[in-house]
Antibody
Framework: QVQLQQWGAGLLKPSETLSLTCAVYGGSFSAYYWSWIRQPPGKGLEWIGEVNHSGSTSYNPSLKSRVTMSVDTSKNQFFLKLSSVTAADTAVYYC???????????WGQGTLVTVSS | DIVMTQSPDSLAVSLGERATINCKSSQSVLYSSNNKNYLVWYQQKPGQPPKLLISWASTRESGVPDRFSGSGSGTDFTLTISSLQAEDVAVYYCLQYYSTPRTFGQGTKVEIK
């Protein structure tokens, strides 16, 4: 059974960097892309980007200048960094598993990140 | 980017009645080389991550009740709940994975009338 467990700081000040970690349990880490998706409170879903086991990335152009994704294959973990956050980045952030050229089939539990001064 | 537009934004349906949600993409998500539509439907309940219901526009996931069905091709898709149950109250999203960035519809809230 595949499980994604995520964690990170839940409260940030404007201009700080958001950092989240997602650990993968079960299944192959190298066979998939690993993605981040966010959802502002009461709003819809936005794809942030994805990374594979070799570190190859694809980012949403709307966030590309501020996003960095990476992996640690020794721990089956992947990471999201979003720099220069503002209140507009307040959202629940989800990590997901993405088969190549496919959809997000497993999701983490979500982490609420609030940006407030 | 492919824009996904769902309709309606919300709907209220009596228990046991049919609920129909539409999703329209700004360009085709049908991949001609394999004749597959790169579209899924998710169900999201409050405080939970989205749950996958339908993949490839019409393939029901294992364990999903057969009252849920997906149809459509190209740019126009439909999720149908044939007989609404109380546990189906949720927000439903379509997602295209034909191209990056992957994009979601804005969501359709389903409630009991």
């Amino acid at each position: 059974q595949v499980q994604l467990q995520q964690w990170g700081a839940g409260l940030l000040k404007p201009s700080e960097t958001l950092s989240l970690t997602c650990a993968v349990y079960g299944g192959s880490f190298s066979a998939y892309y690993w993605s981040w998706i966010r959802q502002p409170p009461g709003k819809g879903l936005e794809w942030i980007g994805e990374v594979n086991h070799s570190g190859s990335t694809s980012y949403n152009p709307s966030l590309k200048s501020r996003v960095t994704m990476s992996v640690d294959t020794s721990k089956n973990q992947f990471f999201l960094k979003l720099s220069s956050v503002t209140a507009a980045d307040t959202a629940v952030y989800y990590c997901t598993r993405t088969p190549t050229g496919s959809y997000d089939d497993y999701w983490g539990q979500g982490t609420l990140v609030t940006v407030s001064s | 980017d492919i824009v996904m537009t769902q309709s309606p934004d919300s709907l209220a349906v009596s228990l046991g009645e049919r609920a129909t949600i539409n999703c329209k993409s700004s360009q085709s998500v049908l991949y001609s080389s394999n004749n597959k539509n790169y579209l899924v439907w998710y169900q999201q309940k409050p405080g939970q991550p989205p749950k996958l219901l339908i993949s490839w526009a019409s393939t029901r996931e294992s364990g999903v009740p057969d009252r849920f069905s997906g149809s459509g091709s190209g740019t126009d898709f439909t999720l149908t709940i044939s007989s609404l149950q109380a546990e189906d109250v949720a927000v439903y999203y379509c997602l295209q994975y034909y191209s990056t960035p992957r994009t979601f519809g804005q969501g359709t809230k389903v409630e009991i009338k």
